[in-house]
């Protein structure tokens, strides 16, 4: 018998500024203006992907002390991004990623219920943690925490905020006009938490939402962010694009499930996937080498290097050969923020790598950024692209892919246009919503359909 169709799920990032966008196009528009994210979302929309998903910057980085052009614009606060944009939208699910180090429970649950509330059951947390105190000193605490403490808070912060979401059944309010009853239960959102991390007590103000919590996403790749979202996650960003490395992560984070008593649907893996298309495969190709070329200006490439080097470059030419001096092995980094800086645990045999590759090659400096930097995901046709995507997914290297284009906001055009219909040929894409929330659109179950089942079990 022959394995059933999987259907792929598809998401679409809107990433700000950064090394995977070019500004610099002509076809560029805002990345802080409501229109951009509107044009975007609707986008998204009317291929009939499942959810927008926006990033979270607390603090520009820096580089030798400086903010520089990949990163100047930043990022509009989350929540007021994704409640504009519930406005004008009707289906796409709003996923936020809002960090668990520096905010607390109580205010995070009650923004979520609330977009939750005025989307009409479409909200999603990527729950995610922060490694530097540099963006921690934006904020009171500082914000630095070992790794091991990051996701012992943060799995506190998440169960915390889940008893707050808890606090209401959902059958309290009456508003009965004849009786003049408005509520059922004066006990309603009533909560204490006593923990390592929280020790709070009160009154929880927004009333149990249509998809009762937000779905939740998780984004770390070590053993203890894998652990995380086996055990609390709804879906899990993967950076693996490789079929092998993908298919890897996929049946070990899959694997994990079964001790915390999931089973394997319980848990998308979607990993981040760039794309450029093109009549022809070829023309694609092209078109992927001038686009790599536009996210590696000359300085860009400096700032790379700097990254591995830990040192001052400038006066290096991108276009020349890569320095001859060692890279700094120092604590203090010149690249603050950045989490590229984590990448490279060794730096000294990185350059000696590089410099073996780059004479072998006859490589720039700027060269060598663009081939051993990021590269697109998928690079084709509107064919070639749908196959390779349907490949990947009936392989299970993955249950979909969140969208990163390099033009915003009409980068996501193109593949909506001419990629989509292809995938509702193939029998494994949806050719109209299903359901109204997000929950539905990922094929997730209520989290309040457990405790039903458990009642009635009882």
């Known amino acids: 018998m022959s394995k059933p169709l999987k259907q792929i799920h598809l998401a679409a990032h809107f990433p700000g500024v950064n090394n995977t966008t070019v500004w610099s196009d002509p076809e560029a528009g805002s990345h802080i203006e409501f229109s951009s ?58 996923t936020g990623t809002i960090n668990s180090t520096f905010n607390e429970p109580y205010e995070v649950a009650r923004q979520f219920a609330a977009l939750d509330h005025l989307s009409g059951g479409r909200a999603a947390w990527n729950v995610v943690t922060s490694w530097d105190a540099f963006t921690g000193e934006n904020f009171r605490r500082g914000g630095f925490l070992p790794q091991e403490e990051r996701y012992s808070r943060a799995k506190e912060f998440l169960a915390t905020a889940n008893e707050l979401f808890d606090s209401w059944r959902g059958d309290e309010i009456l508003a009965d006009q004849e009786s003049g009853v408005f509520l059922g239960d004066a006990k309603a959102g009533a909560f204490t938490h006593r923990g390592r991390h929280f020790d709070i007590e009160g009154r929880f103000d927004v009333p149990r939402s249509p998809q009762g919590r937000p779905v939740i996403f998780q984004a770390g790749d070590s053993e203890e962010g894998r652990e995380f979202a086996a055990q609390a996650a709804d ?33 998308l893996i979607l990993p981040a996937a760039t794309f450029v298309l093109g009549d022809t495969d070829a023309d694609a190709q092209e078109a992927a080498r001038v686009v790599r070329r536009q996210q590696v200006s000359g300085a860009t490439a400096i700032k790379h ?14 276009d020349g050969p890569l320095p001859d001096i060692d890279p700094d092995p120092g604590e203090h980094t010149v690249s603050r923020g950045r989490a590229q800086v984590r990448m490279y645990r060794d ?21 060598l950024v ?89």
Not at 305 to 318: G, H, M, Q, T
């Open 37 to 94: 994210f509107a044009h975007f979302a609707r986008t998204a929309e009317r291929a009939r992907f499942d959810f927008l998903f926006l990033a979270e910057g607390l603090r520009l980085r820096e580089q030798g002390g400086q903010i520089y052009d990949l990163d100047v614009v930043g990022r509009p606060d989350t929540f007021t991004v994704l409640s504009a944009l519930a406005a004008v939208t009707e289906h796409l699910g709003l």
């Open 347 to 367: 730096p000294l045999a990185t350059a000696r790598e590089w410099r073996e590759l780059a004479a072998a090659r006859g490589w720039s400096i700027r060269d």
């Open 305 to 318: 290097l700097e990254f591995v080097w830990n040192r001052d470059l400038s006066a290096y030419d991108p």
């Open 235 to 267: 879906a899990i960003f993967s950076r693996y694009a490789a079929r092998a490395e993908g298919q890897a992560f996929y049946q070990d984070v899959k694997g994990r499930l079964a001790r915390h008593g999931r089973t394997p649907d319980q848990l």
């Open 370 to 458: 663009i081939e051993t930097g990021n590269r697109q995901s998928f690079v084709g046709s509107p064919e070639t692209v749908a196959r390779t995507i349907d490949d990947f997914v009936q392989s299970d290297a993955a249950d979909g892919f969140i969208l990163v284009p390099h033009i915003t906001p009409g980068g996501l055009d193109a593949f909506a246009d001419k990629v989509v219909p292809l995938l509702q040929e193939r029998g494994v894409y949806r050719t109209e919503y299903e359901g109204t929330t997000l929950r539905d659109h990922l094929g997730l179950a209520h989290p309040d359909a457990d405790a039903r089942d458990r009642l009635a079990a009882s």
